[in-house]
C-alpha cells in the first residue's frame, strides 16, 4: 500500500478532525502518500480528493464539524456510482481507504469492498454511539458533556419558574445519549428506545415527585423513543392529565453535534488513525477499529454493521434510585 485515502461520511461528529489528523500523521510517519476525499462518497464519485501532509492538518485537534465536509451520498448506493468511485480512486493511484463514519458509511464500504476487492478500514464516527464493536464512537463522550451543560441551563430557569421540562436528544434508534445525560444532569425520568414506559407510569412517576416536595422536573426524551407520542405531544398530555405543572418543550437539535472535541475523543482518535493506518498496511482489510475494555480493538464491519450496541440497563435503576 503506497497511498491512502482517508474520507468522513454520515452525520459530522466532534473528533472526526482528530481522526483525520492521525490518519494523515501516521501516514506520513510511515512514508505513505495520503489523500483527503471530500464530501464522503460524493466527493469520491466526483474525484474530489486533495494530497495531505503532516502540516495539512494542523490546527485541528480542537475543531468540530470535519474539514474534509461529509455528504450522505444515494449515488454511492447505486453500482454505477460506485464503479465511478472505483474509477476515480484507481486513477489517483489510492490504494487503500480509511472511512470514518456511521453504519450506513460502513454499509457502503463493505459493499465497495466485497465489489472491487479495494482494502478499507472503518473508524466509527457518530454522536449515537450505535456501532458494535466499540464501547464509544469518537464524538459520543463531546455529545454527552454538551447536552449535561445544555440541561443544566435549561435546569436553572425550570427551577426558577416551577416548570417541567421535556428535553428531546438525539441518537436515532438507540438511548445511550438520552440514558447518559439523564443521570448525569439529574433527570426526573429517561425515555428511551429499549424501554418502553409507558404514559401511565410516565405520570405515576410525575406525581410522586411532586408530592415529594419537588418543585420543577427535567424529562429527558431520546429522539426514537416508544412511547407513541413526541414530545410536543407529551407535553399536552401531561397538561391534560396534571395541572400541577407549567410544561415546556426544548428540542436540543444540531447543536449536540457541534463544538470543540472532549479530550477523550481526541485521544480515541489519535489512537484510532493510527491503528486504522497501520492494520491496512499490515493488510488488514474490512474491519472497523474500536475499543474494547479500554485496548483498541478491530472488528469486522460485517458484525459492526449488524451487531447491537448494548445498552447499560444498570443505569435505569441507578437513574430511578437517584430520583427517589
Ligand atoms: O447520526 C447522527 C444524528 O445526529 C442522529 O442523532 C440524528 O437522528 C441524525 O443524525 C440527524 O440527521 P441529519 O443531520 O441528517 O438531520
Known amino acids: 500500500i503506497k497511498k ?4 468522513t461520511s454520515g452525520g459530522d461528529a466532534p473528533g472526526m478532525n482528530a481522526a483525520i489528523r492521525s490518519v494523515v500523521r501516521t501516514c506520513a510517519f510511515h512514508n505513505i502518500e495520503c489523500v483527503g476525499i471530500y464530501r464522503g462518497y460524493e466527493g469520491m464519485i466526483e474525484g474530489d480528493f486533495k494530497p495531505m501532509n503532516a502540516r495539512s492538518v494542523k490546527g485541528i485537534i480542537n475543531k468540530g464539524g470535519t474539514v474534509l465536509k461529509s455528504a450522505r451520498s444515494k449515488t454511492f448506493m447505486t453500482k454505477e456510482g460506485r464503479k465511478t468511485a472505483y474509477q476515480k480512486l484507481t486513477e489517483a493511484n489510492i490504494d487503500a481507504l480509511v472511512t470514518i463514519g456511521g453504519d450506513g458509511t460502513f454499509t457502503g464500504a463493505m459493499v465497495f469492498n466485497q465489489e472491487y476487492d479495494f482494502p478499507i478500514m472503518g473508524i466509527p464516527g457518530t454522536i449515537d454511539n450505535d456501532i458494535f464493536g466499540t464501547s464509544h464512537t469518537l464524538g459520543y463522550d463531546t455529545a454527552l458533556n454538551t447536552v449535561v451543560e445544555a440541561i443544566d441551563k ?3 430557569t ?5 416548570r417541567l421540562f421535556f428535553i428531546e436528544v438525539m441518537g436515532r434508534d438507540v438511548g445511550h445519549i438520552a440514558l447518559n445525560v439523564g443521570v448525569g444532569a439529574g433527570a426526573e425520568e429517561i425515555l428511551i428506545p429499549e424501554e418502553d414506559l409507558g404514559l401511565d407510569r410516565l405520570l405515576e412517576s410525575l406525581r410522586r415527585s411532586k408530592a415529594s ?3 420543577s422536573s427535567i424529562v429527558v426524551v431520546a429522539e426514537g423513543d416508544k412511547i407513541g407520542k413526541n414530545v410536543f405531544e407529551l407535553k399536552d398530555y401531561v397538561e391534560e392529565h396534571m395541572t400541577e405543572y407549567e410544561v415546556r418543550v426544548s428540542v436540543l437539535g444540531h447543536m449536540q453535534r457541534g463544538g470543540s472535541p472532549s479530550c477523550f475523543d481526541r485521544v480515541l482518535a489519535s489512537r484510532m488513525g493510527v491503528k486504522a493506518v497501520e492494520s491496512l498496511l499490515e493488510n488488514k482489510t474490512n474491519f472497523m477499529v474500536g475499543l474494547l475494555h479500554d485496548k483498541i480493538a478491530l472488528t469486522p464491519l460485517d458484525k459492526a454493521v449488524k451487531g447491537k450496541s448494548e445498552i447499560n440497563m444498570e443505569l435505569l435503576r441507578v437513574s430511578d434510585i437517584m430520583t427517589t
Request: aromatic residues 0%; charged residues 20%; positive net charge.
Open 4 to 7: 491512502i485515502g482517508v474520507m
Open 154 to 156: 435549561i435546569r436553572d
Open 158 to 162: 425550570a427551577s426558577s419558574h416551577n
Open 213 to 215: 416536595g419537588k418543585s
